[in-house]
């Protein structure tokens, strides 16, 4: 079993910034991947940013050059600093990670945090 927490979400004016971490915790063999996800409200779940393991990171257009991802694989967490924010940052955003759980099993297992709120007033 695998849980994911995120915390750092917050209320912050536009031009603000926010960290956010993930923390996994569980049944560990290894981390292929983890990232972050976002929903505004009425709309639907979108990409924020990916890391892989001594990979590649992928940010969303909307999103690149303002806000950088860290996987830090040795302690089981990423970590999302957002700078410059603006109001269309408003939404829950959730923490997703890519794991393999066992020697044994499949090397590919979805999890995903409880999310957390981040709101940018104008």
């Known amino acids: 079993q695998v849980q994911l927490v995120e915390s750092g979400g917050g209320l912050v004016q536009a031009g603000g910034s926010l960290r956010l971490s993930c923390a996994a915790s569980?049944?560990?063999?290894?981390?292929?991947?983890m990232g972050w996800y976002r929903q505004a409200s009425g709309k639907q779940r979108e990409l924020v940013a990916t890391?892989?393991?001594?990979?590649?990171?992928n940010y969303a257009d909307s999103v690149k050059g303002r806000f950088t991802i860290t996987l830090d694989s040795a302690k089981n967490a990423v970590y999302l600093q957002m700078s410059s924010l603006k109001p269309e940052d408003t939404g829950v955003y959730y923490c997703?990670?890519?794991?393999?759980?066992?020697?044994?099993?499949?090397?590919?297992?979805?999890?995903w945090g409880q999310g957390t709120q981040v709101t940018v007033s104008s």
């Open positions: 890391s892989r393991s001594r990979g590649r990171t």
């Open positions: 569980g049944s560990i063999f290894s981390i292929n991947a």
């Open positions: 997703n990670a890519d794991i393999q759980t066992s020697f044994w099993g499949p090397k590919y297992n979805e999890y």
